[in-house]
């Protein structure tokens, strides 16, 4: 009888020390998508105090009227990225009226109202407000995308209480954006309103119509800024994919008009499902949401190839995510493969929902402490370069690889991403150009860059990253941060323990697409 006990303890602490040997190939001879420059991105929202969903009020303070603009932890956490693209906008974003020039007569704060799109009455944007975001975004060096108010001037349909019918009025839009050619204030791109496109969400306009509508919202960007060099780029629509939608948009719309074809991402499901946590870790869950990065591509490639596809916002869970999971070490699993797997589908951008504000925020809304997935944002954002290579391994599907030319250094750097709770994977680096057995192994005798990241205490939803081993936490001047690597000897296998991530770089790796 202790005999079986003995041996049944052993079998089960056997089977959660796994090891796996996997070669992940990297094909260095050419790039197989490219993103931008800046692809990381993170929203602000304007959701109100009484923004609730699940009987819990997740936003707080975090929203744009209420926000604590000169907060330093704020600051330094848009200051780390040098620049941090930011998305101003939201579901509420086609009730704001803007209180400047002569078109608007009344111009009040949000209220509760039923009959509201999201519950909500029309809301106002004083420029005094207006002035102090500028100010943020322009002393932190943000790279900003203003989602203007896209039902000013329409009506509802008689026969279809979602849809919207008429013309935009762009005229409450123009004077915003000429106050702020005024000022001074740098606008990297300007979208179009926010989920009006096929059934939309609390709203919707016809794609003919809405294409006709950015037509004029880019004459109006080009007059306003009559040097190409300088000029905003024009979104939209910013909404859940739709083929037909899309495709007709882009037909409508025409040549050179839309720089971005933003889409929006909640593949997670509501925040309040008890599944939640076990979809981040399941591999064959994550891959589902492929096919629509994939059809994006392709309506791009096919109606559209001067723009780019860009993930307007995408906050896993939706209704302000998971409370448990959505601001924790475990969300990093399903966030980071995201950036992952829509840069090989050549996205340009990826802005996650939401930088501070509900539960799947980068920083804690209350006290602005970075939740894990801000460091994760943070090591993309300076190690994965724009050029996305093939990564590729015929091991388990819990191992995911990632691989990008390493962004300011020689080289590349992977993501490997390990969803199993038992198995080490033992990786090393084959160079797609060369298939034979000695060549397997890249960076013999040099030294590579490994940054290993793991939950506090073992933790899955712990809300404290470790790197190496070491808790990433604000310095004593609430600074972020130096993320550093631990170097190792590169001739050894890539140990990816469970439950982690691990960002690689491999400088000597010999990749000509990144030459």
Not at 4 to 9: E, H, T, W
Not at 54 to 79: E, H, T, V
Not at 165 to 182: E, F, H, I, K
Not at 347 to 374: E, M, S, W
Request: aromatic fraction near 10%; proline fraction near 4%.
């Amino acid at each position: 009888m202790l005999t079986k006990l003995v041996f049944l303890v052993i079998l089960s602490l056997a089977s959660r020390c796994l090891t796996e040997e996997v070669t992940v190939s990297v094909k260095g001879v050419t790039s197989i998508a490219n993103t931008d420059d800046n692809f990381v991105c993170a929203t602000l929202d304007w959701w109100p105090i009484n923004k609730c969903n699940y009987d819990q009020c997740p936003w707080g303070k975090a929203g744009l009227f209420s926000l604590d603009l000169k907060n330093k932890i704020l600051s330094n956490a848009i200051k780390a990225f040098k620049p941090m693209r930011i998305r101003i906008g939201g579901s509420l974003q086609d009730q704001i009226l803007y209180d400047v020039g002569k078109g608007v007569k009344h111009c009040h704060s949000f209220k509760k109202r039923k009959e509201g799109l999201f519950g909500f009455s029309k809301g106002c944007l004083h420029m005094d407000r207006w002035d102090q975001i500028n100010g943020l975004m322009n002393e932190t060096g943000a790279m900003v995308t203003f989602g203007l108010n896209a039902l000013y001037g329409r009506k509802k349909s008689k026969s279809d209480d979602t849809l919207w019918v008429g013309n935009w009025n762009a005229q409450n839009a123009r004077d915003l954006m000429s106050y702020t050619v005024s000022k001074g204030y740098k606008i990297d791109s300007y979208e179009l309103g926010n989920e009006l496109c096929a059934s939309g969400v609390s709203a919707k306009v016809t794609a003919e119509q809405y294409a006709k509508d950015i037509v004029q919202l880019k004459n109006v960007v080009k007059e306003l800024h009559p040097d190409p060099s300088s000029q905003p780029k024009v979104l939209g629509p910013a909404g859940f994919f739709d083929k037909k939608w899309f495709s007709t948009f882009l037909e409508n719309s025409g040549q050179d008009v839309v720089d971005g074809l933003t889409h929006h991402i909640y593949n997670l499901g509501p925040g309040n499902d008890p599944s939640l946590i076990d979809k981040v870790q399941d591999p064959f869950y994550l891959s589902q949401i492929a096919q629509t990065f994939e059809d994006i591509s392709d309506i791009v490639k096919n109606f559209g190839p001067w723009s780019g596809a860009w993930v307007g916002e995408s906050g896993g869970a939706y209704n302000s995510g998971g409370k448990d999971v959505s601001r924790t070490f475990v969300n990093g699993f399903w966030y980071l493969d995201q950036l992952g797997m829509s840069s090989t589908f050549n996205h340009k951008v990826y802005c996650r929902q939401a930088l501070i504000g509900g539960n799947y925020a980068l920083l804690n809304t209350t006290t602005f402490i970075p939740n894990p997935d801000y460091y994760g944002a943070l090591m993309w954002h300076r190690l994965m370069g724009k050029n996305v290579l093939s990564a590729t391994h015929n091991g388990s599907p819990y191992l995911r690889a990632y691989s990008h030319c390493s962004r300011d250094k020689p080289g590349i750097t992977l993501l490997l991403i390990n969803l199993s709770n038992s198995t080490t994977f033992d990786v090393s680096v084959a160079n797609n150009e060369n298939l034979y057995p000695d060549n397997i192994k890249c960076n013999g005798g040099m030294q590579r860059e490994e940054y290993h990241l793991t939950p506090e205490g073992g933790n899955l939803q712990s809300d404290v990253l470790l790197l190496n081993g070491t808790p990433l936490k604000l310095t004593e001047s609430l600074d972020i941060p130096s993320i550093n690597p631990e170097l190792v000897d590169a001739s050894s296998p890539i140990k990816v323990s469970p439950d982690s991530i691990v960002f690689v770089t491999l400088k000597g790796f010999n990749a000509p697409a990144c030459a």
